[in-house]
């Protein structure tokens, strides 16, 4: 895929060619907390992540010269990081994940949908819809609280759905940005991510019903 880069860009790139601190030091600001939460995703600690993005801001002061473009600096600057944090993680993390997966590698399961043939089929049956999230002054009280149960579920989700949901929900990042990011299709990313917020969902429907 062929990226233009923007002026702003630009002048950044050139910035950094010629050795400027500041920009530098701007660049690392802007960046650093997305890069330490998509590093997390591939390694077992916060230590580990953070040598992770140290490592990506050296390469990216070593390997600036030959940035040619043809994405924006971000992608560019995010597939490096991805690079390093899968060499860096995957010993680590491969016994971990393999148990996850057998874990909570599916989604919602079928069982809780009408069945062909049903006026409704397709739709959840009356006693397995999921539990609504509160929109009650009470409800707002838990708010951090569900935020962190959510970020719980993440951090159990296999690899590749906590890497998507991260990109997508967290950053903010779009499915095509994703999909370079990542080199996986577009159908590939659509399952990893409708997994990947299922399992949290039903992360976050255990802990109301339970809480009721």
Not at 13 to 32: E, K, P
Not at 143 to 154: M, P
Request: aromatic share 6%; with cysteine; net charge negative.
């Amino acid at each position: 895929m062929t990226t233009t880069l923007s002026d702003d860009e630009g002048a950044l790139v050139a910035a950094l060619r010629a050795g400027d601190q500041g920009a530098f030091a701007r660049l690392i600001d802007r960046h650093t907390p997305a890069m330490l939460r998509v590093a997390r995703g591939y390694v077992p600690s916060r230590e580990h992540a953070e040598d992770v993005v140290q490592e990506t801001w050296i390469a990216l002061l070593k390997g600036i010269d030959g940035f040619e473009g043809r994405s924006s600096l971000r992608t560019w600057l995010f597939t490096v990081l991805i690079n390093i944090a899968k060499a860096r993680g995957l010993k680590e993390r491969k016994h971990v994940d393999a148990q996850i997966k057998a874990f909570t590698g599916g989604t919602v399961d079928p069982e809780r949908f009408r069945a062909e043939g049903d006026e409704w089929a397709g739709h959840w049956k009356d006693a397995e819809a999921p539990a609504p999230f509160p929109d009650t002054p009470e409800g707002s009280v838990l708010s951090h609280e569900l935020t962190a149960v959510a970020q719980r579920g993440l951090a159990t989700l296999p690899e590749r759905q906590r890497v998507v949901v991260t990109l997508r929900d967290m950053l903010g990042l779009d499915s095509a940005e994703v999909c370079e990011l990542l080199d996986i299709s577009i159908a590939n990313q659509r399952v990893l991510l409708h997994r990947g917020r299922a399992a949290i969902r039903q992360v976050l429907e255990d802990y109301l019903r339970d809480a009721s």
